[in-house]
T-cell receptor, first 113, second 112 residues
Framework: AQSVTQPDIHITVSEGASLELRCNYS??????LFWYVQSPGQGLQLLLK??????LVQGIKGFEAEFKRSQSSFNLRKPSVHWSDAAEYFC???????????FGQGTELSVKP | KAGVTQTPRYLIKTRGQQVTLSCSPI?????VSWYQQTPGQGLQFLFE???????NKGNFPGRFSGRQFSNSRSEMNVSTLELGDSALYLC???????????FGQGTRLTVV
């Protein structure tokens, strides 16, 4: 079955510290991969995407993610977290031919001053 | 360029009523998808429309329906509302079916 697992429900990091959010997926073929961020009461904002090519992708707000086919992972990283990064982060996979996105359960990020 | 616009932003309905939610995609985007977000079930796919045709449907009862118009705008309808339908309904648009999706702010539906 197709699924996305975000093992960490909640993470707290100090402002200025580095961040890594984990994402593992189960999919029949290599899917398209995405990270979205959601602030309370808001919609989802696309942070970055992987379609093909370089397995390290850069996104907005200083985020990057690395696709590791052998580990079926697509972890999100940021070298220095800002207080404004506090939000919920969702990893998603989609079929290359299009259609629905399958989302993980989300990781809530809190940032300590 | 305007983003995905969903109306209304908030709705309160009574059990048994029906509701229609609207989504205007980004200009030039031809694909529209709908998702339901709840604390218990997370983000779940409802439907996908492209060129006025439903291309995919999620595992939801027939009370949930949708359509897409020739200008790519989309509506979803929920009939005979149940308390469990209370959720944030998110619409996403993309240029084509296999390109990245951009989400609207959502419609918060509360069923009482």
């Amino acid at each position: 079955a197709q699924s996305v697992t975000q093992p960490d429900i909640h993470i707290t990091v100090s402002e200025g510290a580095s961040l890594e959010l984990r994402c593992n997926y189960s999919y029949g073929a290599t899917p398209y991969l995405f990270w979205y961020v959601q602030s309370p009461g808001q919609g989802l904002q696309l942070l970055l995407k992987y379609f093909s090519g370089d397995t390290l992708v850069q996104g907005i707000k200083g985020f990057e993610a690395e696709f590791k086919r052998s580990q079926s992972s697509f972890n999100l990283r940021k070298p220095s977290v800002h207080w404004s990064d506090a939000a919920e982060y969702f990893c998603a996979v989609g079929a290359r031919e299009g259609g629905k996105l399958i989302f993980g359960q989300g990781t809530e990020l809190s940032v300590k001053p | 360029k305007a983003g995905v616009t969903q109306t209304p932003r908030y709705l309160i309905k009574t059990r048994g009523q029906q509701v229609t939610l609207s989504c205007s995609p980004i200009s030039g985007h031809r694909s529209v998808s709908w998702y339901q977000q709840t604390p218990g079930q997370g983000l779940q796919f409802l439907f996908e429309y492209f060129s006025e045709t439903q291309r995919n449907k999620g595992n939801f009862p027939g009370r949930f329906s949708g359509r897409q118009f020739s200008n790519s705008r989309s509506e979803m309808n929920v009939s005979t509302l149940e308390l469990g339908d209370s959720a944030l309904y998110l619409c996403a648009s993309s240029i084509d079916r296999n390109t990245e999706a951009f989400f609207g702010q959502g419609t918060r539906l509360t069923v009482v």
